[in-house]
């Protein structure tokens, strides 16, 4: 039965594009297939009944490539779009359903998707952060038994937030509120209902329901916003000298060696009871953080302005005029930045492009922790500010193996610039005394 009603249902669905294409379908305005191999797919309206039959192939909204079928409107400002679904026709296991939005009509494209699977067992987000990266989901919850799947993109005090949502009979429930950075999904976006079989070789079909596109909704959730209290302000900065202090330790044993291995190093200047290693210890002031010991050189370096620093201490045959890359690559250290940081009051945008993990504190109020073990990237923060003022500022980044580097970077005006590049709008920096 399921399979007759699938020849039938395509048959038709061929007849209308021929003689339909590029026409709106019900209240989309267009519908197509992404991907390099999604095979064939199509939406149909039933007028009467107020419903989409979405039949898709695809191999899967996932990995560095999507390949599904879309129907969608292109929306600016703030829009939710939902929809209740259930399967007609469906095999694989991991098939989905479920309300997108998306940068662009490309297979690689940034996109949030709050979707359900073939057994109706998901009820989770899914999606890319940039353009081409592998896929990520997240606030999964294995819950069944949805009955309306929401996406919506918000403005919260000026800020583009990504809420998804699931209605289990109760009205809508957050499950996950993003706020997205960088500009992705901030502006023109498609917003729509998707579909995939997750195996090119077979087709599924969906019936989607209350498909609804709101303008300006609410955020049903809440954006939890990092504050800096003004009562952390230390009125006029301690000191007058642009930059930071850099410290870094290296530990004699490395059993365990982590944040908390970390922390205690750099606390106590001993690990598991033992001293760091003989001439490791180094202290030095720069103008930015920027250092450099192995593999990546992160987003700043000689190439564009900024050349790259050694980690103090860390490699006596290394100086900071000299090549930092020229010494052995040297694994498992610690390194703590000292700085007062003036900042005025409203949002900010802190991060770090560090391998390994790095913490970043403001006024004695952590704003940023990346990943105990990552690669470098960047990865940026928002936090909020009560009071202009001078703040103390504490990082600190651990090395395991590989490779090891660290900046750390706001974004001012959409830019990335290095924390204390006041030449180009930064937030002024300066060091404490030795």
Partial sequence: MCKKLFLLTLLISLLTVVSSFAEPVGIFEDTVNIGDDPGIGTTLYDAAADEYFITASGHDVWDNADDFHFAYNTVNGDVRVSAS???VCVSNDWAKYGVMLRES???????????????RDYAGEQG???????????GTAWTSGAQALGIQRVTVEGLTVIEALADFGKGWESRRVELVLNGNLAGEILAGVASTSHDNRIMSQCRAWNV???ENPSLVGKLQLTTVPASADLGVCPSVTPGFSIRSLKPLVT?????NAMNELLNTGMYKGLPAMPGSAGTRIDEFVNLYDSDSYGAFSEANGYPDKTYPGIDPLEVPAANPGAGDGDDNFATE???YIQLTAGIHQIGANSDDGTIIMIGGVEVARTGEWKGANNQDFIYRVEADG?????????EGGGGASIELHEIVGGTRILLNDVANGGSAVFAPAP
Avoid: P, Q
């Fill in 390 to 398: 001078c703040y103390d500022l504490r990082a600190r980044t651990l």
């Fill in 85 to 87: 679904f259930e399967w």
């Fill in 128 to 138: 890319r952060t940039s353009t081409g990266a592998g896929s990520s989901e997240w």
């Fill in 255 to 259: 059993d365990g060696w982590g944040y």
């Fill in 105 to 119: 009509l490309a297979d690689v494209s940034v996109h949030r998707y709050m979707a359900d699977r073939k057994n």
């Fill in 212 to 214: 609804v596109y709101e």
């Fill in 337 to 339: 930045i000292l700085g």
